[in-house]
């Protein structure tokens, strides 16, 4: 009788191992995406503010060009016949 207790002692101490194991196992996992995750994110946040930052620029050059350009004025003087 002392050696069925002793033996699922020991079988319940080795399955609360496995199970502590395994729990720890999945934290790590979750830990891991977690971290993946925001990885991703700060990734794309960079990219979405590379192409806007681009698109600004774009549009500031277009908006540049597309300004009339004043003529140069003559020398104030006497004007010379053309």
Request: no cysteine; glycine share 2%; proline share 5%.
């Amino acid at each position: 009788m002392a050696n069925i207790e002793a033996d699922r002692a020991v079988e319940e101490g080795r399955i609360e191992k496995d199970r502590q194991l395994k729990e720890r196992d999945i934290a790590r996992e979750k830990s891991v995406e977690t971290a993946e995750i925001e990885r991703r994110k700060t990734i794309e946040l960079a990219e979405q503010d590379r192409a806007i930052a681009i698109a600004e620029k774009s549009k500031a050059q277009s908006e540049a060009q597309a300004e009339p350009t004043v003529p140069a004025r003559r020398p104030s003087g006497k004007r010379k016949p053309w």
